[in-house]
Each structure stands twice: as C-alpha cells, then as structure tokens.
C-alpha cells in the first residue's frame, strides 16, 4: 500500500522560475524524505525531514513538514533545466527501516 | 566508486525461465531492499534485509525470492518468470534511517 502521496502528477515551468511540490500521507510517521530520479536513472537522495522538524533547507531546496495536515511540500527555488527528473517522497511505516514511496511528480523545467 | 552495483542493467527473459538479479553493496549498510517501479505506481518494495541471515516480505513479494549469505550481496530470483514481471528492478540499501543508497537499476523484459 502506498503511503505518501505526491501532487501534481506532473509539472512543467519555466528556468528560472520555483517549482512546488506536495506529498501527502495517511498515518503518523518518523521521517520524511524527498528524492530525486533522473530519467532511466536509480534514486538520489535529497533529503530527510523528522516528524519534530517543521522545515529544512538544502542549498536551493526547501522542504516543509506539517504533520497535522500529514502533508510536506518540496521547493526549489530558480529551477534550472538539470532539476527536470521526477520526484518522490518517502515514508517511514513506523517499524523497520522500509519507506514507502509516492508514485512521484514528474518536473519539466523549459528553457 | 562506493554504492550499489546491479548487473545486468537489462535483460529479456523468456516466459517460465529462472532469472537472478544481483546486487551488492561496498557500504557495508546493514539493510538492503529490492523494489520494482512500475509507471504510474511508483516503486514497490518486493524483499528486504534488515541484516545478514535474515530477509523479509514487501509489499509484492509473490513470484520472488531473496537470500542474504553475507552483508555485501542481495541477490533476488525469479524462479519461473511471467509477463507482468516485466518491470525496472532498483535494489537499494540503507545503515540507517537517514536515507537509501540506490543502484542504477536492471531493466526487465519477459516475453
């Protein structure tokens, strides 16, 4: 079953310009992650949000944790073409180490 | 280079056939995982190994199976293989939970 949720399916935006993304999920969690997936390409690892953080930053992006709402948002700001990849969010079932994935967005960054 | 390295990165495969995906890490992480990504459906965790000499079922886990002699290695079987296996295969691993460490992936076709 799949626990985080991301929106929108699908992003195009201009260089230069931010782009948004959101993830929700349905039960309580410990962390949060955010990853990246170039085309044809594994994973990256972007970054990992606690339940207990509310934001954090890693160079250009921004990640926000609102666990009331059981959602996070993804920011990255003055996109450049090389962020076109899909995005996936992650999260933790509250036992073992498995992290469930999103089915991801998928970002097109126009120059 | 440390991280994950899948072999072989493709492979068509007849129906009924038996198949072993490999994977081994030069992290000495102590968990390791198999995911399938599938369009639309994001990735789907198939096996895991939270330690050597012990594995676990994912979310679809049938028609699959794993082993773990030893931290560096995780290989995954099909042993008969069918159509809807068709699929990209990401093994990842894990020392923590702060994030996976994903390989480049083995693109599978079976016919």
């Known amino acids: 079953s799949q626990q985080g949720e991301e929106d929108p399916q699908a992003l195009s935006i201009q260089e230069g310009e931010n782009a948004t993304m959101n993830c929700s999920y349905k039960?309580?969690?410990?962390?949060l992650q955010w990853y990246r997936q170039n085309s044809g390409r594994g994973l990256v690892h972007l970054i990992l949000i606690r339940s207990n953080e509310r934001e954090k930053h890693s160079g250009r992006l921004r990640v926000t944790l609102d666990t009331s709402k059981k959602s996070s948002s993804l920011l990255i700001t003055a996109s450049r073409a090389a962020d076109t990849a899909s995005y996936f969010c992650?999260?933790?079932?509250?036992?073992?180490?498995?992290?469930?994935f999103g089915p991801g967005t998928r970002l097109s960054v126009l120059p | 280079t440390a991280g994950i390295t899948q072999a072989p990165t493709s492979q068509i495969l007849a129906a009924g056939r038996s198949m072993t995906l490999r994977c081994t890490q030069d992290m000495r992480h102590n968990a390791m995982y198999w995911y399938r990504q599938d369009l639309g459906l994001g990735l789907r965790l198939i096996h895991y190994?939270?330690?050597?000499?012990?594995?676990g079922k994912g979310e679809v886990p049938d028609g699959y199976s794993v082993s773990r002699a030893n931290t560096d290695d995780f290989p995954l079987t099909l042993a008969s293989a069918v159509p809807s296996q068709t699929s990209v295969y990401f093994c990842?691993?894990?020392?923590?939970?702060?994030?996976?460490?994903f390989g480049s992936g083995t693109r599978l076709t079976v016919v």
């Open positions: 190994s939270n330690t050597a000499g012990t594995t």
């Open positions: 990842a691993s894990s020392d923590s939970r702060l994030g996976y460490t």
């Open positions: 039960t309580s969690i410990n962390n």
């Open positions: 992650a999260t933790d079932e509250g036992y073992g180490q498995n992290f469930v």
